[in-house]
């Protein structure tokens, strides 16, 4: 008889994802992933101005505020036909690559190395021997003795204090932690240091974007900076070199640090190269647009079917007829009406809840589909892609990592040991890599355009009085994401955004077929079926956002002081 | 050298969602503050927000809540009471996490010296919707809350003569002008 496990974390009213397992002989038999929360904000939209629906857009997600702006910008652009001046595309490509940056690192240290990583290890570790290991991993300058000691006494005042604060949570002490006292040590100092890089590429974003969180700076038709050389408030020179500085920063971080420490998991835990794989087939857009019309990018889009590397097919543009025409939502097992799956631009999102019922409907999320099937996004699918074209800067970091897990654990991982949930961790290593490398390749990029003496940043939208159709894309840290529009009259008629975590999160569709995070979770073993550790680990390899509804502060605190409104 | 954050925190797509964003744009266009005072629409930035408060000494959060009181109660929440919530299983790791940010603070040594949440209890969260009036009615006791806790730690501020047009560019509701606080 199989035993159900609800991974319902239920405290707070915000949407938040909710997992099922059933569980026989100690592996997972079935899954279900559902979002709790209903996500109707695309109605807003309708009778807008297309102008202004980034500002609203940007308000989908609290974390991913900087995606949300820049598809709805994209989507309206599509629809008009509107070239971007090259200004607006190497700052717009920087504030997204800024942002894909920071994204990656807070999701490896903040978000899932604590599935690795036991933190209550840390007290018996040496700090000598931690910096000497570390030497040997990596050049970077702040693995030394008293950095970790200092990173082990902040652990240990926590331990010590009989409350774990930050670290009540974990499965402390679980059976499939395997990490050395010393090896958890230095991920650990990692993780005090990434709040510090993090921060650093935010503030890229903030200096380009003029605020963070919610950048303004965006237009559709370009962006509104201004350009003057000299001037310290303006993009000039100065900000320029700022913005240089933080992003060498960054960058060392990301190839010395967060490289290296997915490498080191990797290596210690090879078994889960071979867990986690689920739905082969994979969708990616191309991104970072080099010239004013989005003719040729840095990164490269297109799809695999089941696996198949060889067969792998490219999309030529971010939107590229193909992708325009193959998508469609399915909601036979959402909480909406309608029977049958619709194409975004013919999108419908009226609710019908009816609560959970697994054979039913079961989430608030719907079941988006790529000529009929699921497909996976996000940083694997971008790898598996990029490597099957024999695109130089994705092969060039694979290899690299394949090299370095041989080099520390003595196992060689293939592209094909990627359809995993050690491969959607180093996939999105491998991508941070790649984008530190473009983050100064499009600042130079942005540096020597000015210098030449182009200070053109926006080119202005037409709206036409008969309907048009756009979809703006952008592959975003958790994969594509694309805003389809409508427009008429010069308003919005219709607008839905087919978001990254609907595609890995989606529940099975009309055929029954499984979405990403229900099906990579298929026979995964569980060491403790009370601890579900091994489920953590794989749903968290995906980087999961639900955060896009509605959220408030749970009140089970002690109220200090009450005053009524009369 | 900023000190102090007045921080309002919510999606003001989601009706009552979006009053501490609102809260702060009637703030900061009604009163003028010292330079040390930094006053942000924060919306919903999940753990985003542990680099938001490095270096401050004083940390002032409106953000609605969810709790079994009418629509438009106010309550105070000092550091204690938000550090007394475990946090949850991060199935969903971008869940709000202003417990796991000063968590996370208190452990680099990072905490600012003084926490208050003004908490509103809301009603209706739905796409689209303008706040309930009864949380509309409690927007002014919560500026009087926070400028009575920034008096407390002797920071400084005067009220406009004119004050400026808000801005609160999510709501077709017209804006009914500034809200007359007790004080």
Known sequence: MAKRITIDPITRIEGHLRIDVEVENNAVSNAWASCTMWRGIEKILRGRDPRDAWLFTQRFCGVCTTVHAMASVRSVEDALKLEIPLNAQYIRNLILIAHALHDHIVHFYQLSALDWVDVLQIPKADAAATSKLAE????????????????????????????????????????????????????????????????????VVGILGSKTPHIQNLTVGGVANAIDLDSTSALGMSQLAMIGTLLQQVVDFVQQVYFVDVCAVAAMYPEWFKIG??????????????????????????????????????????????????????????????????????GETEPAFTGWNGDEKYSWVKAPRFNGEPMQV?????????????????????????EKIAAIGGVRATPAALHSTLGRHAARAIRACMLAELAQKHLQLLTDNIAKGDYTVHNQPVLPSHEVEGVGTHEAPRGTLSHWVVIKDEKIKNYQAVVPSTWNASPRDKNGAHGPYEASLLHTP????????????????????MACACHAFDASGRKIGVAKIL | ???????????????????????????????????????????????????????????????????????????????????????????????????????????????PQHVLLVGIAGKCYEPGHPLSAAVRHSVGPAIDAILQELRRLGFTFQKKAFPDEPGIWWSDHEYSGPVETVR
């Open chain 1, 136 to 203: 040997t991993l990596s050049p970077w300058t702040r693995n030394s003795r008293n950095e970790l000691k200092a990173a082990q006494d902040r652990v240990n005042a926590v331990a010590s204090s009989g409350q774990l604060g930050i670290f009540a949570n974990g499965y402390w002490g679980h059976p499939a932690m395997r990490l050395s006292p010393d090896v958890n040590l230095l991920a650990f100092s990692h993780y005090v240091q990434a709040l510090e890089y993090q921060r650093k590429a935010l503030q």
């Open chain 1, 526 to 545: 569980l060491a403790r079926p009370e601890e579900p550790l091994e489920v953590l680990r794989t749903v968290h390899s995906f980087d999961p956002c």
């Open chain 1, 378 to 402: 996000g940083p694997l699918a971008q790898v598996l892609i990029g490597y099957a074209q024999g695109h130089p800067l994705t092969r060039k970091y694979t290899d690299m990592a394949i």
């Open chain 1, 277 to 346: 794989s689920g739905v082969r087939n994979y969708l990616a857009v191309p991104d970072l647009p080099l010239d004013s019309r989005g003719s040729s990018y840095d990164l490269p889009g297109g799809y695999i079917r089941d696996g198949d590397l060889a067969g792998v097919k490219t999309f030529q543009t971010a939107s590229d007829p193909i992708f325009r025409q193959s998508v469609s939502e399915d909601v036979m097992h959402a909480y909406y009406q309608g029977e049958k799956p619709l194409h975004p631009w013919a």
């Open chain 2, 1 to 111: 050298m900023r000190q102090a954050l007045i921080g309002g925190i919510g999606n003001v797509l989601l009706g009552d969602d979006g009053v501490g964003p609102y809260v702060v744009k009637i703030l900061e266009s009604t009163y003028a503050f010292e330079e040390s005072v930094e006053i942000i629409d924060l919306g919903t930035p999940a753990l985003d927000l542990t680099h938001q408060i490095v270096g401050l000494q004083s940390l002032i959060l409106v953000d609605a809540v969810a709790s079994n009181d009418p629509a438009g109660t106010l309550a105070l929440y000092t550091k204690e009471d938000i550090l007394r919530d475990t946090p949850a299983q991060r199935l969903d790791p971008h869940s709000p996490a202003l417990a796991e940010c000063l968590m996370t603070a208190s452990m680099l040594g990072t905490m």
